[in-house]
């Protein structure tokens, strides 16, 4: 088994500014750790066609993507979660039936359910991003990966109560990431550490965020950046400064990884 250190990254809220971008900071030390050997890998709720902009500026070409349903290293998918039709056609069903819009995502695109949803606009607006294409079949005619319901506080109860065999952690006040229970950013790294004989020990996160947890209970060395939640600051062995503070390059120093 391969003693390579590994860094994994969240990206919104953490290696991400708040306008979206990767800090020159950021940049210049993944760099440096890269040329010392360091593995760095995004860790992200988002598809890969959402973040290639961060891969390019970065230089990183592996990640743990949709919170763990879709794995790629060095360029290569090595690992894949595809939902199930039938149960996605249950929970799209009852959420159609309580006015509540979706959305689908895949390796290569994302599609929503209506092309005239608040909570939709202001979901992808917070992240950057356009209204995606209108689909709301996708599901039926290709894998999908992840899936987002647009809900107020409080509202995903009731789906979570319905449809155990899903989580719906939410992402932002517009709505909840919906994946399969007990998968998470952990189970993609997990099978990344095991199908590249990587060792758990050598392993470190970054994260702000609640999808971020099991991460953190799974890798040896969590860092937390400073604008994370309570929550996650907790369990972290480490606090940096937030992601608009240099927070990656002061963790990675904090960490031992940086010089």
Known sequence: MSDKRVVFFDLDGTLLTSDLQVAASSIEAIKRISEQGVEPVIATGRAIHEIEYVLEATGITSSVAMNGQYVVYNGEVIYEN??????????????????????????????????????????????????????NGL????????????????????YQERFPYFQFVRNSPYGCDIYPAGSSKATGIEQLLSLKKLSPENTFAFG???NDLEMFDLVKHPVAMGNAADILKQTAAYITTSNNEH????????????K
Request: a negative charge; glycine letters at 10%; hydrophobic letters at 35%.
């Open 82 to 135: 595809p939902l199930k039709v039938d149960e996605v056609l249950a929970l799209h069903a009852e959420a159609s039936r309580n006015g509540h819009e979706m959305a689908f995502y895949n390796a290569e695109k994302i599609t929503v359910t209506t092309g005239d949803s608040e909570l939709i606009r202001k979901n992808y607006m917070r992240v950057g991003g356009e209204y995606p294409e209108v689909d």
């Open 139 to 158: 599901y039926q005619n290709e894998p999908i990966h992840l899936m987002l319901i647009f809900c107020e506080e409080g509202e995903e109860v009731h």
């Open 208 to 210: 702000d965020g609640l």
């Open 247 to 258: 927070g990656i390059s002061n963790g990675l120093r904090l960490c031992g990884l940086l």
